[in-house]
């Protein structure tokens, strides 16, 4: 049985630190595991400029601790009016990594998301030229929509016409929960990619409905049932590269405070840092697909982004390993994925 795994170090292509007090603590987090992560621009107000997004990645890098290396990919926050030539200039000039697509109102902060995707396929046709990676939020929130069919329901009305109109527009679907989502990357060209975050690994609809309402379970997209989360694990550890190499680690961790997820109107987010690869390699391991962590981890990620794999590697070992059930944060409590949970692996560093 293999008891310690050596792997590149990772990135995490899907996350948000949020800005002031709250970015300086959860920073750390991350940085400690991940070499890079892809930054979500959904701040109040959000990051729609080369200039903001700027300024954003100082105050992170700023919030990154003496003697760690880690380094923030940003992203734009695209609206009805966003300036392509500001998007392709921040692109060009190292800025932006890829620009992120919420539809209004799908999650949190996402007010000034896009209300009508057709409009901004100008933006999409600059950004297939200058090969923009596009990350998007895939989830129709019209009210007649089911919150669990939103995903598929994404697919049909939107992202199939997306990927069709623009086929050389790299896309990666953000924090898949369906069967349907992984069938369409898969079905899709190689332009076409996803990521998948611990918590949809985990756990179904139940572990957040059954036995009592379970906020620190509730994110968007919300899980779904089992036939779904088994879909996910299946893509993320398949045996075959050619849909493996589609897949990769975004955790979407999103901190919210301790009271603003156990309250009368949660927020939406689950805090994945502290513990991201524990969890994501227990899931690995349950496959029995040890030999293909470093490649959902560390290798897929880079080549979709056209990004160098990190030199560094870090070592997880098995052991027992209590996760605290909160962690202190802006003078309050957050409660992090798994808190008070036993995991059986270990990050050494
Ligand atoms: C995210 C957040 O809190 O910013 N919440 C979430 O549940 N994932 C937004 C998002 O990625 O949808
Ligand atoms: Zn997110």
């Given at each position: 049985?293999?008891?310690?795994?050596?792997?590149?170090?990772?990135?995490?292509?899907?996350?948000?630190?949020?800005?002031?007090?709250?970015?300086?603590?959860?920073?750390?987090?991350?940085?400690?595991?991940?070499?890079?992560?892809i930054?979500m621009p959904n701040?109040?107000p959000p990051v729609t400029s080369a200039a903001m997004a700027?300024?954003?990645?100082?105050?992170?890098?700023?919030?990154?601790?003496?003697?760690?290396?880690?380094?923030?990919l940003m992203t734009c926050y695209l609206t009805d009016t966003t300036d392509a030539d500001d998007l392709a200039r921040g692109a060009a000039e190292?800025v932006f990594t890829a620009a992120k697509m919420y539809p209004a109102?799908a999650?949190?902060?996402s007010a000034s998301g896009v209300t009508d995707v057709e409009g901004i396929y100008p933006v999409f046709e600059r950004m297939e030229a200058e090969d923009i990676v596009l990350c998007i939020h895939g989830?129709?929130?019209?009210?007649?929509?089911?919150?669990?069919?939103?995903?598929?329901?994404f697919?049909?009305r939107y992202l199939a016409g997306i990927a069709q109109t623009f086929p050389n527009l790299r896309i990666v679907f953000e924090?898949?929960?369906?069967?349907?989502?992984?069938?369409?990357?898969?079905?899709?060209?190689?332009k076409i990619?996803?990521?998948?975050?611990?918590?949809?690994?985990?756990?179904?609809?139940?572990?957040?409905?059954?036995?009592?309402?379970?906020?620190?379970?509730?994110?968007?997209?919300?899980?779904?049932?089992?036939?779904?989360?088994?879909?996910?694990?299946?893509?993320?550890?398949?045996?075959?590269?050619?849909?493996?190499?589609?897949?990769?680690?975004?955790?979407?961790?999103?901190?919210?405070?301790?009271?603003?997820?156990?309250?009368?109107?949660?927020?939406?987010?689950?805090?994945?840092?502290?513990?991201?690869?524990?969890?994501?390699?227990?899931?690995?391991?349950?496959?029995?697909?040890?030999?293909?962590?470093?490649?959902?981890?560390?290798?897929?990620?880079?080549?979709?982004y056209?990004?160098?794999?990190?030199?560094?590697?870090?070592?997880?070992?098995?052991?027992?390993?209590?996760?605290?059930?909160?962690?202190?944060?802006?003078?309050?409590?957050?409660?992090?994925?798994?808190?008070?949970?036993?995991?059986?692996?270990?990050?050494?560093?």
């Amino acid at each position: 049985m293999v008891d310690t795994l050596t792997i590149r170090r990772p990135d995490d292509w899907h996350l948000h630190f949020r800005d002031g007090d709250i970015m300086r603590g959860v920073v750390p987090y991350t940085a400690r595991q991940f070499a890079r992560a892809i930054v979500m621009p959904n701040l109040t107000p959000p990051v729609t400029s080369a200039a903001m997004a700027r300024e954003y990645r100082e105050r992170i890098r700023a919030a990154v601790p003496q003697g760690v290396s880690f380094e923030p990919l940003m992203t734009c926050y695209l609206t009805d009016t966003t300036d392509a030539d500001d998007l392709a200039r921040g692109a060009a000039e190292g800025v932006f990594t890829a620009a992120k697509m919420y539809p209004a109102n799908a999650t949190t902060n996402s007010a000034s998301g896009v209300t009508d995707v057709e409009g901004i396929y100008p933006v999409f046709e600059r950004m297939e030229a200058e090969d923009i990676v596009l990350c998007i939020h895939g989830e129709v929130v019209d009210a007649d929509i089911d919150v669990f069919d939103r995903e598929a329901e994404f697919i049909d009305r939107y992202l199939a016409g997306i990927a069709q109109t623009f086929p050389n527009l790299r896309i990666v679907f953000e924090h898949i929960t369906t069967s349907d989502a992984v069938e369409f990357v898969k079905a899709g060209s190689e332009k076409i990619a996803a990521t998948i975050t611990p918590q949809h690994l985990h756990i179904n609809r139940n572990a957040m409905l059954v036995g009592g309402i379970q906020p620190h379970n509730y994110c968007l997209p919300v899980a779904k049932r089992e036939s779904h989360r088994l879909a996910l694990r299946a893509a993320a550890t398949s045996a075959d590269p050619a849909i493996a190499r589609k897949f990769f680690l975004g955790t979407d961790s999103a901190p919210h405070l301790r009271g603003d997820k156990e309250s009368e109107c949660g927020c939406a987010g689950i805090f994945g840092a502290p513990y991201a690869l524990e969890s994501y390699v227990t899931v690995f391991d349950e496959e029995e697909a040890l030999d293909r962590f470093e490649a959902f981890a560390s290798l897929n990620g880079p080549t979709f982004y056209k990004l160098p794999v990190n030199e560094e590697t870090v070592t997880l070992e098995r052991v027992a390993m209590p996760v605290p059930a909160e962690l202190p944060l802006v003078g309050e409590t957050i409660v992090p994925w798994h808190g008070g949970q036993m995991l059986g692996w270990r990050f050494v560093g």
